[in-house]
């Protein structure tokens, strides 16, 4: 029978170390081939969106769909498990939760190959939900000394600082701008629901390693199209979905300074088959749109721990 987990028990279950483990070898499997991504689609009607994307993990053995309704009261995320070798329906999982680990993890695994050795300083702009899990994953990738933390309401800047200092060692700073946040960070992260550019190519420093986040809106983004052009290398987590999803690469493509044939994905560096950052002086930008074999990867790992448990629900 199929099993049922709630927010609750994906809360209980799961953590950023299974995620960072669950992600890494999504991307692993990836790069190597054997796994397959089925991209973002949207229905969109005037009250909002149904949006689903999906994937297929041969060596996981798991495959499944993620589907989720952004309307009127917010958006509902549930992930759709089944097993490769039977064919039957694992689980259904509400994935809210589940979604905020694996994004996270996802940034965090891309600073791990792409951002340079003894990095320290994180560069943070948001502090919503997001940006909690961006900085749980940096922070269990590298030993960070100081977080500088921007975002437009300075309210939610303290409440996120005071939040955060109790999950991380590193010193959190509260900034008055992004230029603030930025100056001097090995690693810059846009977590934000910005329609424009909230990074410029003036913040940008040799050595950075970026992780655009926030966006997966075509007309949308947070890195502005000279700031892309500054960076040395570009990656992503899938290259179909970034060329109808990922506005910040999508305007740099339009202004003349991006070809798509130099953005690699990040599955490429994970499985081996092509370097990742060459120089302590690259500056590094991951365009991250978020993509359905990290959320099956993350959903497997969360079952596993469910059955081991005797936690959720066997549904008949």
């Known amino acids: 029978m199929p099993l049922y987990l709630t927010e609750a028990d994906v809360d209980a279950l799961g953590d950023m170390e299974l995620a960072l483990a669950a992600v890494e070898g999504a991307f692993d499997r990836q790069g190597r081939g054997v796994a397959g991504n089925v991209g973002r689609r949207r229905a969109t009607v005037p009250a909002g969106s149904l949006n689903v994307m999906g994937g297929a993990d041969q060596e996981l053995g798991a495959a499944g769909a993620k589907i989720y309704g952004s ?3 917010g958006a509902r995320f549930v992930v759709v498990l089944f097993d490769v070798a039977s064919g039957s329906l694992r689980a259904v999982i509400e994935a809210g939760r589940l979604g905020e ?39 269990g990738v590298h030993e960070l000394a100081e977080v500088r933390v921007y975002s437009r309401n300075p309210v939610n800047v ?18 008055t701008s992004a230029a603030e946040a930025v100056r001097g960070a090995d690693i810059v992260v846009t977590a934000t629901t910005a329609a424009g ?25 947070e890195v502005d199209a000279a700031a892309v052009a500054r960076v040395d290398r ?15 690469l999508m305007a740099a493509e339009r202004a003349g300074v991006l070809q798509w044939g130099q953005v690699i994905e990040l599955g490429q560096v994970v499985a081996g088959r092509v370097p990742g950052r060459t120089a ?37």
């Open 71 to 73: 309307f009127g009261g």
């Open 101 to 139: 680990l694996r994004t996270g993890a996802a940034s965090g695994i891309s600073s791990k190959y792409l951002a340079k050795s003894g990095s320290r300083v994180v560069g943070l702009i948001g502090s919503g939900r997001q940006a909690r899990t961006q900085l749980e994953a940096l922070n």
């Open 158 to 175: 303290e409440n996120y600082v005071k939040t955060m200092r109790e999950r991380v060692d590193a010193e959190l700073v509260s900034c």
């Open 197 to 221: 550019p909230v990074l410029l190519a003036d913040d940008l420093e040799p050595g950075m390693h970026v992780v655009a986040m926030g966006s997966n809106n075509p007309v949308h983004g």
């Open 234 to 248: 570009v990656f992503v987590d899938d290259l179909d979905g970034a060329h109808v999803e990922g506005g910040d």
């Open 280 to 316: 302590d002086d690259e500056i590094t930008l991951f365009a991250s749109q978020g993509i359905a074999l990290w959320d099956i990867a993350m959903a497997q790992a969360v079952v596993e721990r469910a059955e081991a448990a005797g936690r959720g629900t066997q549904v008949p």
